[in-house]
Structure formats: structure tokens, C-alpha cells
Antibody, heavy 123, light 108 residues
Framework: QVQLVQSGAEVKKPGASVKVSCKAS????????MHWVRQAPGQGLEWMGR????????NYAQKFQGRVTMTRDTSISTAYMELSRLRSDDTAVYYC????????????????WGQGTLVTVSS | SYELTQPPSVSVSPGQTARITCSGD??????AYWYQQKPGQAPVLVIY???ERPSGIPERFSGSSSGTTVTLTISGVQAEDEADYYC???????????FGGGTKLTVL
């Protein structure tokens, strides 16, 4: 069965960086897009970007351009999301989420989600 | 940046029909997707490509599209449908995704 297991909760100071990992199992990691989505406490979902795990190609939301980096390690079927220059309003649960197969033109649909990683930014 | 607009809240009585709208300039060109999220849980896809229903999603969930607005319709609402609902789509370039602000469905 498809599983996305994320790294544990983090507490960071303003200005620091955080790197969240997402280990995939139960499917061919390099065959499906991977999205990153965050949700601040009591707020809505926010799309951060996506990575093509096969090529490493990325697309980021304009809001995070220059501050976010999405990478992957295909040898261990793991995706990473690093967010730099953290601010207090970056406090949120960060999700990795599997998109469709790479062979499909439509890349947005999300069918599996990780358990979420709470990142708290506080001085 | 591109935005999708949803009403913050919708309220219906059990057995009635709930309609949740989502508006965006690129919706005539880009598919929309709908997710249901209950407290403390990850979202669940309920509609994809405007009007398709994933396996396991009850038939009372349906989607439609007209111009710059897409609509999620829940017919015969049940208490278990009380949740937050989010639409998702892409910008006009098709390279960046976006979620609507979410709609809280309350079953009276």
C-alpha cells in the first residue's frame, strides 16, 4: 500500500532553515509527481510546489520562489522540502502529497498524503 | 498571483443539497479538483477533473463547471459530510497550483 512517511516536528528560530523529508513506499517513487502543501494553524491549504522525482524538475508557487528548494534522493525513495529565512508566519503543518503519474498531462491531482510535519518558528 | 475564491461557509440541513462554488479566471482552461478535510485529518480527494468521482466516494458528491466557476454539489447531505472543502486548480500557464481559501460546510 502507498505510504508517505514524513520526518518529525521541528522548532526553529526566525531566520533559520528547515528541511522536511518524505519517504515513499508501496509504489515506484520515480513514476509519480510529489507535491508539498502547507497548512497554518486554523487556516487553509497552501500549495508550495511540486517535483518530478524522475528528472528532479521543480515548479514553485510564486510566494515561495527564492526561499524553497525541493529535491529528492531516488536511491532511498525520499523527497525533501527545504524552506529558508523562516518567519513566524511559516509556522504550519507541512505535507508531502503524491500527484499523478508523470506520463499524464494533468499533474495537479493529489491522491495520497503524508502524515504532516509541524514546523514551529519562534524566538 | 492567481487566486481561487470560495465562500467561507455554507450551512444546510440533513437531506438537503449543498452547493459550494469556486471562482477563478483560469478555470475555463484548467481542471478543478475538490478535497474534503475533517479536523485533524489529511485532505481526501472527492472530485477530480471538474466532475469525475474517485472510487469509494459516495455518489451524492458531484462536480460541475461553467465558465469561471466550478461547483461541488453534495446531494442528500449527511452529518458525516460536515467538513472543510477546498478547490484546487492551476494558473493560466498551467505551471503553478493553487488552493481556494476553503469552505466550512455545517450540517445543521
Amino acid at each position: 500500500q502507498v505510504q508517505l512517511v514524513q520526518s518529525g516536528a521541528e522548532v526553529k528560530k526566525p531566520g533559520a532553515s528547515v528541511k522536511v523529508s518524505c519517504k515513499a513506499s508501496g509504489y515506484t517513487f520515480t513514476g509519480y509527481y510529489m507535491h508539498w502543501v502547507r497548512q497554518a494553524p486554523g487556516q487553509g491549504l497552501e500549495w508550495m510546489g511540486r517535483i518530478n522525482p524522475n528528472s528532479g524538475g521543480t515548479n514553485y508557487a510564486q510566494k515561495f520562489q527564492g526561499r524553497v528548494t525541493m529535491t529528492r534522493d531516488t536511491s532511498i525513495s525520499t523527497a525533501y522540502m527545504e524552506l529558508s529565512r523562516l518567519r513566524s508566519d511559516d509556522t504550519a503543518v507541512y505535507y508531502c502529497a503524491r500527484g499523478p503519474q508523470l506520463r499524464f498531462l494533468e499533474w495537479l491531482q493529489i491522491d495520497y498524503w503524508g502524515q504532516g510535519t509541524l514546523v514551529t518558528v519562534s524566538s | 498571483s492567481y487566486e481561487l475564491t470560495q465562500p467561507p461557509s455554507v450551512s444546510v440541513s440533513p437531506g438537503q443539497t449543498a452547493r459550494i462554488t469556486c471562482s477563478g479566471d483560469a478555470l475555463p482552461k484548467q481542471y478543478a479538483y475538490w478535497y474534503q478535510q475533517k479536523p485533524g485529518q489529511a485532505p481526501v480527494l472527492v472530485i477530480y477533473k471538474d466532475s469525475e468521482r474517485p472510487s469509494g466516494i459516495p455518489e451524492r458528491f458531484s462536480g460541475s463547471s461553467s465558465g469561471t466557476t466550478v461547483t461541488l454539489t453534495i446531494s442528500g447531505v449527511q452529518a458525516e459530510d460536515e467538513a472543510d472543502y477546498y478547490c484546487q486548480s492551476a494558473d493560466s500557464s498551467g505551471t503553478r497550483g493553487v488552493f481556494g481559501g476553503g469552505t466550512k460546510l455545517t450540517v445543521l
